[in-house]
């Protein structure tokens, strides 16, 4: 588990709110060493800024140092903007004179793709850890305090003094202080801070967060990655934020599925990549959003309304067909507009005065900007089965618009407007900013950021504050069946192998013997009762019913023996690297449900379960869930629930109902398998898990699993 020590954090802290500024390669011109110098002036009357180069005497009117050791004092934090071959030694020369913090806008290192990119910021970074001068970046624009107005970047653009509840981390610096910044100040979002790490050699994207939730300013923090330096540490501060009630939406680049080249099970090859992630950010709450506008209006809705007491919403315009597209598109979404209550559509009729019909969607013509309106809404957001209202309409400065910027904000229901006017218009617009209205511009955006606030209210009821599974510590009796498997590293373990480790995890498994002999396998299956199963059990052949191993419906004692001689033909000409134990006789499972369940690694994430439909039909559709490793029974049943096929296990046709709580038992115990065995286990695959009906349990009816080499 990641921890973040005092060291970390005040490091962060002197780089967002220094008392002193030092920037290291200033110029008059205006290039990034000039646009830090300006931006840190702007704080001059707060804020003692040095500008630091031997070229110069003064630079922008204030004196100018030859060094950091020529400094008067030892700055909070250095902006270090020299060529990347120089970088190192600045930093040793901030470490000589006490410097805590610094933040590195010099490119040239591993962006480069070059050896010796990497190298040189290899260095910078383990310099930083050594010394305990901390570092954001190389490669970045530089950190702002917006709600200080205390800017130590390399960006010519400002606020325009707008602050606000929102912390922005990015680790691209164009996209923080460029179409980030822009779209912020023209729709009147408020930031509190903007980050760009940069390359992260040392402080990265997590670390930063990290911090944000430690500040009452910020409410929700809105991110955008291209690549977590540490995903793990991240999923650590995911969890935290979750316990503190603090929203995380992110913008993840990378939606390619990019599946694992060497999977040899079906669980490696339906895992991609990016649906890794997708679960793994939605199993610990963070809100993952596809665009600049999306993150920056999501979020705004999120630090700007309450938590909403109930999921029903309600939409009003002065439009029948504005709010019936609106109503729509939450529709598609999945949100629900409830059938106005007695009490709400009698007292909204009496408003109109048949003009316009009270319903929800709520067309009521004029009367949206008429004295009334004010009234129309309080009966709609007080109808019993309505949390959030919607106001569509063209605002300009009329009396809807007004009402709403007024609003009570202790008020304990969200409220979003739509605006469908021009946004050349000001009046109204800026009054509706002003007042921290979250304001959308299409109805499809504003569906998705409702269902994301609704869905995030929700999770956190159920699951954000109560806080998530642990892994119970592994049993000797667990640890001697892996270590004695573990030898077999690289190699696919044969189905009788691979089903006993299952067993030590209390998986249960099909009735089935081991046997060499035809004549042992007849015996097999007298003990066992016809029909039977017959396979070939070989080592390293994860897909046997594609070779001809695997033998359904066996009914007498000749079948049996045919059976035997086939298989053990077949499997002695299996391939190379294949190693024939003899043949499995084992019960056959009927009037079942087949689901897979599984256990992947990814380098970055850990130790994943999936979840699917089984047979050949999950890979056609893909039709699984995942999780992070490990899960509990809450976890286990949304899992289920995603699942599409899963909808069997209900009963279907005259099959009967299956043994979820079974399922879901065995769900929890193979996470906690592939959580206990992460770093010796490669893959496992059941496939199929045979869920039987109400009461009667599963069975592990095919198992593979791999160990590292």
Known sequence: MTTWTEDQLSSIHKMLNPRSIAVVGATPRMQYGGRMLAAALKAADRVNVYPVNPRYEEVMGVKCYPSVSDLPETPDVVGVVVSSGQVLGVLKECHEKGVRAAIVISAGFSERGTAEGRDLQAQVGAYARESGLRISGPNGLGLANVKDDIWVSSSSRGSDGLTGPVGLVCQSGASAFGPFLNRAVDSGIGLSYIISTGNEADLDFSDFVRYLLDDDDTKVIAGFVEGFKDARK??????????????????????????????????????????????????????????????????????????????????????????????????????????LGDEARDGINGVLKGFGWAANPSDVTGFANSDSFPEIMQYMVSDPEVGSLVVASSGGDGQATQVIAQRDKNQDSPLAFLWTGSRKE????????????????????????????????????????????????????????????????????????????????????????????????????????????????????????????????????????????????????????????????????????????????????????????????????????????????????????????????????????????????????????????????????????????????????????????
């Open 426 to 709: 000001t009046a109204g617009l800026s009054m509706l900013k002003n007042a921290r209205i979250p304001v959308f511009y299409t109805p499809n955006r504003l569906a998705t950021g409702l269902r994301s606030l609704l869905d995030y209210h929700d999770w956190q009821r159920h699951r954000g504050k109560a806080g998530f599974p642990e892994c119970p510590a592994i049993s000797p009796e667990q640890q001697a069946a892996a270590n004695q498997l573990a030898t077999t590293g690289g190699i696919a373990l044969s189905e009788h192998q691979s089903k006993g480790l299952l067993s030590a995890w209390g998986v249960p498994i099909t009735k089935e013997t081991l046997v060499q002999n035809a004549d042992d396998a007849v015996k097999a299956a007298n003990e066992i009762d016809y029909p039977v199963v017959m396979k070939a059990d070989v080592t390293n052949m994860p897909h046997k019913t594609e070779a001809g191993l695997v033998m359904l419906g066996i009914n007498d004692a000749g079948a049996v023996r045919a059976a035997y001689d086939e298989l053990m033909s077949k499997a002695e000409s299996a391939g190379p690297g294949a190693a024939v134990n003899g043949v499995l006789v084992q019960e056959m499972v009927s009037n079942a449900a087949e689901v897979i369940v599984g256990v992947s690694y990814d380098s970055q994430l850990g130790a994943s379960l999936l979840f699917g439909t089984g047979g050949v039909m999950v890979e056609v559709y893909n039709d699984v869930a995942l999780r992070l490793c490990p899960i509990d029974e809450t976890d286990a049943l949304e899992m289920i629930a995603e699942v599409k096929g899963a909808r069997l296990l209900e009963g279907f046709r005259g099959r009967p109902a299956a043994d979820v709580n079974a399922l879901v038992e065995t769900l929890v115990k193979v996470s906690h398998l592939g959580a206990q065995l992460e770093g010796s286990l490669a893959e496992l695959d059941i496939n199929p898990l045979m869920v039987l009906p109400v009461g009667q349990g599963v069975k592990a009816a095919d198992a593979v699993a791999i160990f590292r080499a």
């Open 234 to 339: 991240f999923v650590e501060v995911a969890k935290l934020a979750a316990e503190r009630g603090k929203p995380i939406v992110l913008i993840k680049i990378g939606r390619s599925a990019l599946g694992s080249k060497a999977a040899q099970s079906h669980t490696a090859s339906l895992t991609g990549l990016d649906a890794l992630y997708d679960a793994a950010l939605s199993q610990y709450g963070v809100i993952r959003v596809e665009d600049y506008d999306e993150l920056l209006e999501v979020s705004n809705l999120l630090a700007n309304s309450p938590a909403p007491t109930k999921r029903g919403l309600a939409v009003v315009s002065h439009s029948g067909g504005i709010s019936s597209l609106t109503a729509d598109m939450c529709g598609q979404v999945g949100l629900e507009l409830p059938e």
